[in-house]
């Protein structure tokens, strides 16, 4: 299901010293990581709604991802959710999730939890229970207990189709600011379902809350290897980790038939165990006739940041006696550092022969393997 999003960076973090949307978590800028999971989970336009004159800062931040926009907000939440849905360009029953930049562990599961929960209601928001035993204090000593039965822990983003959020907030009246957009659909009338949340969803709001994020985000490391081989054929020129080679012959394929392009694919979806290049774009599906295999190699990436993890660094061995590889090894670098998003020093491309041995020694076809370190949340 397609749908759009709002993410709310326009505050002023001042409980957690100021510029949090701004502040490194993981070495990624708070706002990125809410932002690159929307885009990642299917967002078809992103809104990100910031602070007058920070429209420079969210462009640093957000650099090298694309579906994003800014629009300036206003001095409560409220008001810049409500440019932020000033600001959408999409048809009336879009779904739109309406999210805070300071929970930055935004995860695919919740996303598709909220979008499912649209069909039979008004609005959906992921939420946990209250676990812990409610206490009324007054100067410091309690005065007595609250039944936490049926108390429930509100978390964002929060979903809505965007005529249904537009026409609530028309019609909210009350003097004081709503707490989110639920609250919002509620006074409308409308019917908003509570979906499972996740405790890794938490609003980073004080000092202390960085340090649990970063103790979150702890990592397993996975390493994945491919391999992949192609026949020689007629031809006047061959795809070779991304970049075009003219050659006297080409390698046949069903798509462009780039071998390290595969063989690094196949390594990325091994390291996270996800089935393998044939699994997600099969040979028998016409659609993928002719393919730029680039699409292949930038889909198993997505899978990984899909997961909250990162590719760490890549080596690609192309095996073959033509053509020769050294020339263009520089170039191949370059485009897969690219499209994997990657500095320049953490990927490695290398050829080799077999002294004339096998097949590709006889000149029948061309071989790639490649390995890949992944780091995943623990």
Not at 356 to 361: A, I, R, V
């Amino acid at each position: 299901m397609g749908f759009a999003a709002i993410v709310v960076a326009a505050g002023s973090g001042s409980r957690a010293g100021g510029d949090k949307q701004w502040r490194v978590v993981g070495e990624r800028p708070m706002v990125r990581w809410s932002v690159d999971a929307l885009l990642t989970a299917g967002a078809d336009s992103v809104v990100v709604v910031v602070a007058p004159g920070a429209e420079a800062r969210a462009a640093d931040a957000l650099a090298g991802l694309s579906g994003w926009r800014t629009v300036a907000g206003g001095a409560a939440r409220a008001d810049s959710v409500r440019a932020g849905l000033a600001a959408l360009e999409v048809a009336d029953d879009t779904p739109v999730l309406i999210h805070d930049a300071a929970r930055p562990f935004l995860n695919s599961a919740i996303i598709d939890r909220l979008l499912s929960a649209l069909n039979d209601a008004d609005g959906a928001l992921p939420a946990l229970p209250v676990a812990d035993s409610l206490r009324r204090g007054v100067e410091g000593l309690v005065v007595g207990g609250i039944d936490r039965e049926g108390l429930w822990r509100a978390q964002t983003p929060q979903a809505f189709r965007l005529k249904t959020i537009r026409d609530a907030y028309a019609a909210w009246t009350e003097s004081e600011a709503p707490t989110d957009e639920a609250a919002v659909v509620e006074r409308a009338g409308g019917r908003v379902r509570l979906v499972e949340g996740d405790a890794r969803l938490m609003k980073l709001t004080y000092p202390e809350d960085f340090a649990m994020a970063e103790a979150l985000l702890l990592k397993t490391t996975r390493i994945g290897q491919g391999y992949d081989v192609h026949r020689w054929g007629p031809g006047t020129s061959v795809w070779l980790c991304g970049v075009e080679i003219p050659h006297d012959q080409t390698l046949i394929g069903h798509s462009d038939a780039d071998a390290g392009l595969h063989a690094l694919t196949d390594a990325i979806l091994g390291a996270i165990a996800d089935g393998d290049i044939g699994d997600h774009f099969p040979p028998s599906d016409p659609q993928w006739k002719g393919a730029s295999s680039d699409r292949f190699l930038v889909y198993a990436a997505d899978r990984v940041t899909a997961r909250g993890g990162r590719i760490v660094n890549v080596d690609v061995t192309l095996i073959c006696e033509q053509p020769k590889v050294k020339p263009h090894r520089q170039a191949m670098r370059e485009r897969l550092a690219d499209l994997l998003k990657l500095p320049l020093d953490t990927v490695s491309v290398k050829a080799t022969t077999t002294e004339g041995l096998g097949f590709t020694g006889r000149g029948e076809g061309l071989a790639a393997q490649a390995v890949v370190l992944v780091e995943l949340p623990a």
